[in-house]
């Protein structure tokens, strides 16, 4: 199944056309020496890994207004990072042909399908029946819509009824109000109430114990 690159690798892959765009000129041009190719490498690593640590850092931290101002693929990127962050594996589907998924991501044995709606209007009935389709194909468990509005009662009733995992605006809300990471697994942490009280619980539970007193 052919992967779709993200706007990251994008990047990556238009530094390296140009990396070996000026090698090439300067071997026209009779220049070329090891030392300016060294040189050149080194440039474009340092670029691209500022540019993924910039990237990163803004959709890790973006608040719900930032969020509501992204494009659709921006949506799907800041989703597969926060699904990363809870120890999930993922990938994009490609943009088209999709078949129902924008991502897919695994934990453990367990394979999911989201479908994500960056959308100003509540989402229909349209966006659960196509991640119901695509829990076949891509041979997944279970299937999410994630929006950063809300469903319609149609959606919810659908989703209900066909084990569809539905996450809201208030949902966004809460991920974009906690973005510390557990300092052992590099893993979110998540708001939990436990038998003293409320407290800061690692998204990696039970293979990573971590808490924080609020």
């Not at 390296?16 to 090698?23: D, G």
């Not at 440039?43 to 691209?48: D, G, P, S």
């Not at 149609?154 to 510390?180: C, G, P």
Request: hydrophobic share 35%.
């Amino acid at each position: 199944m052919k992967r779709r690159l993200n706007r990251t690798q994008q990047t990556r892959f238009l530094l390296y056309v140009i990396y070996f765009l000026i090698l090439g000129i300067l071997s026209l041009a009779g220049k070329l020496k090891l030392n300016y190719a060294i040189i050149l490498f080194l440039v474009v690593e340092i670029i691209f890994h500022k540019y993924k640590s910039w990237r990163n850092k803004r959709f890790y931290h973006a608040s719900i207004n930032i969020v509501d101002k992204m494009t659709g693929e921006e949506f799907e990127e800041f989703l597969e990072l926060h699904f990363k962050k809870d120890g999930y594996k993922t990938h994009l589907t490609p943009k088209t042909g999709d078949y129902g998924a924008d991502l897919v991501v695994k934990k453990g044995r367990e394979k999911i399908v989201v479908q994500a709606k960056r959308w100003n209007q509540n989402v229909g009935v349209e966006a659960v029946q196509q991640a119901v389709a695509s829990i076949k194909y891509y041979k997944a468990h279970r299937a999410m819509v994630i929006t950063n509005s809300s469903f319609t009662e149609n959606a919810r009733n659908l989703a209900k009824a066909n084990n569809v995992t539905l996450i809201d605006r208030k949902d966004i809300l809460k991920l974009t109000e906690n973005n510390e990471s557990c300092p052992i697994c590099k893993s979110r942490l998540q708001k939990k109430e436990g038998k003293y009280g409320f407290f800061y619980g690692c998204t990696n539970y039970p293979k990573c114990k971590y808490t924080k007193s609020l």
